[in-house]
């Protein structure tokens, strides 16, 4: 097993290409996660090849039936529709358990996508503000600033004091090194509390997602997710404030 | 020393092969190496092979007469009887010290199982569940859902749902490595408190154990261990409750 | 990508040499950082080179326009005038993610030295004392004893006491590394209470720098940081004491 | 720079070659580092080699005049003389930043110690028990279980159960790679604190390692900073007895 290893599931790379790649990988809020898996979903999107690596964490899955499987990440293929163009898809399980390893892995996914035809990489992500949001802005980032006119009108705002710190992952990583390599790039990143998996920000990112890339989606599943979220949220805010009431009363 | 260092204590390979190995390293609870350290001396095991690697910690062990040796897993051979089939085992001090140690481990550990013909890799080990458990429940993942019935049989569970987060270390990876080399596997968790080294755990694991396999191995060490246990589990319990008491009269 | 990237942005490489180079990379209270980052300004440097690294931390920084960048550290060069000598500057955003890291980017940045005929190199950085600290005392470590008339007489202090544990990352091994590439090196560290940025240490350091350098480098906006931090710590300390004279009419 | 590399100091290593290398690496209570700098300095050791590497943390010494050094372990040789034989002594600064950087340092310093001649390795170093000892008893740990009367004869102790968890680092693992390259080894542990440097447990050790070896080596410093110890911390339980009797008075 090499430190990274691609395995391919298509035989004609060249039907399975497009110019675009939609990555959302783990991290805050799993924001990018849940839009690129829902999307997996909904496009029907086949496998095209699968990435697993000495780099993620030695941390097997179970699937059904409780098969053993490896953490890995996967490229998918949806095709096009009258409505929707088709697109790549970098979704999956885990980052690099070591800093270094964020910048073996990006570069593996880079030369995958240049195998596969793309022209520009979507990264999807949420940043954390510590604090519930109920209508997310979406922050975009940018491989070139001949982009900005694009993303702002696709709803996205731009600045460049947020996040604090930077972006960390492969969420910044793939539009550096896909610029290296000659490839445009956006981050679109979902306003997030950052205490939980956050389907209403990742609704948001979607929207934005879909201006700038024509895809229509249904959304039916993440809706009902961020209403179930919502729900959730609201019952939890009545307890603590019902908890807080039972205090004083005892004080009292 | 390279890496990885795998060092043949037998000359004649072929008389030491066996279709199946039964692996317990070091992890939660102990309950999967203290089911093969019991094998390796009731069975009158011989030892195969010796690995030892510069991603063992750097810790030396003192054996009899305090002569130092360095942390090793071994590879030992349990010739047949009429009774029960002849099995490999793999035992040993600990695991890798890195992230990307337990998959180079890992792939040594298959390396060696190639050359002594296995078809079948048994992993043993915990999960924990923060809580004593006096009939520990034994969950098994597979390498593949053509072994879901046998391993029902022989009285292990499926759940895909447990242990959350998968299972992490040798006694999954070796599942997913060994499939990529043909070879079936089964992984057999038994549940554990975490706080404890658990031969209560070991024995119900055994117990599956020997249906899946035909062994049949003297247990008395083993439940000796484990009825030492559960009299000190009992002895600790009868403390705490009475200390409680002593706090309430304390009160009083 | 390579461990380490070096990218060159001038054609001709002697047209930027110089025998000294000053290197100001983040550390405590950003002293050095403060210093280079500033004559980088005033004396209109050019870029040179620029050096990634996977070895640096997988965090993206966010540019103009929200364009994203990779963390770097960066060459210029400051052409000489009638009151100022021509000097290479080192400065960057980071220093390795890992100890062995040190080593290598410290090598890389020594093989870019020797290009561009260094022949000298001081490092700057801040040493923590644990408390506010208005007149920084600068102390200075060598590559050589045949230096310490000339520091000494530029108003640094000689320590071989402070600070205690040596040097740790860049400032220290710069030095060193330098040291068996030919070069002579001064690392000056100013006193600094490693809680703030400090640019009243950073100004300190610069009045030895210039001394030891024949650089001359209008300083307003370096002031202006120095004077605002002064003012800023004093109102903090007012505050400070106000609240305990608070605390204690509440006891009162 | 590579990972571990060697400076030679003498032309003629045969002329500084000897059976017999003591190691004294910094560890638990400074026991061993301070018996083999002693040494080094007392016997007018001269220095033949030099290890410096990318596995020591990057943390650069200040010695005389504030002149910087690269952390660094060294070998020396003492002549013998007519009451005391020839040794080697590896003395030094670190043991390295990470696990398997142990293991990669361990295999340098044997391969030196084949190069000068060395039949026997004698490593140094202190078990921490947590409590003062005032007559620190001696751990031995042997490459080979023949060499157990030797040490009994010389005051040594034999316990395999104690240190708990085996010998982390040098000391122990000098012993195992010595054994794979045909050198016997003895390792000598004194009882320590754990909390203090420790110059009476260092005492003892050389107690036992000079029957070993036949050296005699005056010791006039090293009691010195015994005796300074004992008296340190003896008015130090003075001073804690005290306050705890002023701490009874002020409750009174």
Not at 53 to 70: H, K
Not at 154 to 171: C, D, F, T
Request: aromatic fraction near 6%.
């Amino acid at each position: 097993m090499e430190q990274v290893n691609v395995r391919w599931y298509v035989e004609d790379v060249a039907a399975h290409s497009a110019p675009v790649v939609i990555a959302g990988l783990p991290g805050v809020g799993h924001v990018g996660k849940l839009v690129v898996d829902h999307l997996v979903h909904v496009l029907s999107a086949v496998k095209v090849a699968e990435i697993t690596s000495t780099l993620f964490p030695p941390q097997m899955y179970l699937s059904e039936d409780a098969v053993l499987r490896m953490p890995r990440n996967e490229v998918f293929f949806a095709p096009g529709s009258a409505s929707s163009p088709g697109v790549l898809l970098l979704a999956g399980d885990c980052q690099s358990t070591t800093p270094e390893g964020h910048y073996i892995l990006g570069n593996a996914y880079i030369r995958v996508f240049e195998l596969l035809g793309v022209k520009r990489i979507y990264t999807l992500g949420g940043y954390g503000v510590g604090r519930m949001v109920e209508t997310p802005q979406i922050l975009a980032a940018l491989s070139s600033a001949s982009l900005k006119d694009e993303v702002l009108s696709a709803g996205a705002v731009l600045n460049k004091e947020e996040p604090v710190g930077g972006i960390i992952g492969a969420a910044g990583l793939l539009i550096t090194l896909g610029r290296l390599a000659g490839m445009e790039g956006v981050a679109l990143l979902g306003e997030t509390s950052g205490y939980l998996v956050d389907p209403v920000s990742s609704t948001a990112v979607l929207d934005v997602l879909e201006k700038l890339t024509g895809i229509t989606a249904d959304r039916t599943e993440l809706a009902e997710l961020a209403s179930q979220m919502m729900t959730e949220v609201s019952a939890l805010a009545s307890t603590i404030q019902r908890n807080n009431a039972d205090d004083l009363s005892y004080i009292g």
